[in-house]
């Protein structure tokens, strides 16, 4: 199974045919001089079933080959899994690896991996920080990591080592006290749409039987996702659907989301929805508040709109609470906006 690719490279999951492979690889004391003890073939064979189910478990995280296009041929392996530490503060965090065979070093095939998997870490995993940690001595694996973006904290200890600590942010997933703000993707959304809870089994999220109405779907089947299609590579972001996600049940309880990329005056407008079981709970109120954080942050939105029913009295509190003025009102529609330079937390 292919885990994600790049110009010339393919990440995909070990198989048990790749025991040699990974016997070459995890067996060398040189290549593993900085990630582990190097292992004998026995101890390479148990580590690989491991693995595979690992796999099982956590569908999006593991350690994966890594393949060379061109030739088909084996170089190395790539990894996005847990730290291990003996600091529980860090047990929480998630980071990426990588180990190429001797024969393609120099190639640029460690930053060329980096980069996709930041991406695959951000936009299909969802994560809001990756991290990476290296000995100090791996001075060439930390000019990779700098080289793709991440930036270098303070050093900490290990035992009796000291080591680097890079950390990378995702611009676009948002955390509030309770929520976890993130954009889906084409594929996603095409997931997401069928309902029976195929998404929320890619993403590890609670299922609970969700299916989409039949008008919204045949919205999103007719014009959002075409539009996605049709956007530039980052507007994206305010064509789909943004999930939100309760931390602690990651369970999705409301819908967010633009509807389209901001004017020339910077004015964009938003929508939302909350999963009926999840209203009066205030996920709402903190999900638009993590939206206007976000476009906060973006240069080109100054004004953030929205449009109610007048009736809908929970909708207008919702825009009350994060301080949104009603500027407007055409029949039974009211107009609302924020400027963003006045954001209130």
């Known amino acids: 199974m292919i885990i994600f690719e790049t110009d010339r490279l393919i990440i995909r999951r070990y198989t048990l045919e790749d025991e040699e492979n990974f016997f070459r690889l995890n067996g060398d004391p040189e290549l593993m001089r900085y990630i582990r003890e190097a292992r004998d073939r026995k101890e390479c064979s148990l580590f690989l079933r491991r693995n595979i189910v690992y796999y099982e478990q956590h569908p999006l995280m593991g350690r994966w080959a890594m393949d060379e296009k061109a030739t088909g041929a084996f170089i190395g392996s790539f990894a996005i899994i847990p730290v291990e530490s003996a600091d529980f503060h ?140 049709k956007a530039a590579e980052q507007d994206y972001l305010f064509f789909t659907f943004w999930l939100v996600v309760d931390k602690l049940s990651r369970t999705i309880v409301a819908e967010i989301g633009f509807k389209g990329p901001p004017a020339i ?49 929970a909708s207008m509190r919702v825009l009350e609470k994060n301080h949104f003025t009603q500027f407007n009102q055409k029949g039974d529609m009211l107009w609302w906006r924020k400027q963003v330079d006045v954001l209130t937390g």
């Open 90 to 229: 860090r047990n929480h965090e998630i980071q990426l690896g990588y180990a190429l065979l001797k024969a393609y070093w120099g190639k640029g095939y460690a930053t060329e991996s980096t980069l996709a998997g930041k991406q695959y870490a951000f936009e299909v995993m969802k994560l809001a920080q990756i991290v990476a940690i290296t000995e100090t001595e791996n001075t060439a694996s930390q000019k990779v990591l700098l080289r793709c973006g991440f930036q270098q904290q303070p050093n900490f200890q290990e035992g009796n080592k000291t080591l680097c600590y890079f950390t990378d942010r995702n611009p676009n997933v948002v955390h509030t006290e309770r929520l976890h703000l993130f954009p889906l993707t084409i594929p996603q959304l095409e997931l997401y749409c069928k309902g029976n809870d195929e998404l929320e089994r890619v993403l590890n999220l609670m299922p609970f039987g969700r299916n989409m109405l039949p008008q919204v779907h045949d919205t999103v089947m007719k014009v959002t996702l075409p539009a996605m299609r």
């Open 265 to 313: 005056d910077g004015c964009v407008e938003i929508g939302y929805g909350t999963m009926q079981p999840m209203q009066n709970k205030g996920y709402m109120t903190e999900a638009v508040n993590g939206l206007l954080q976000w476009t906060f942050q973006r240069e080109d939105i100054t004004t953030v709109l929205a449009e109610t029913y007048a009736g809908n009295k």
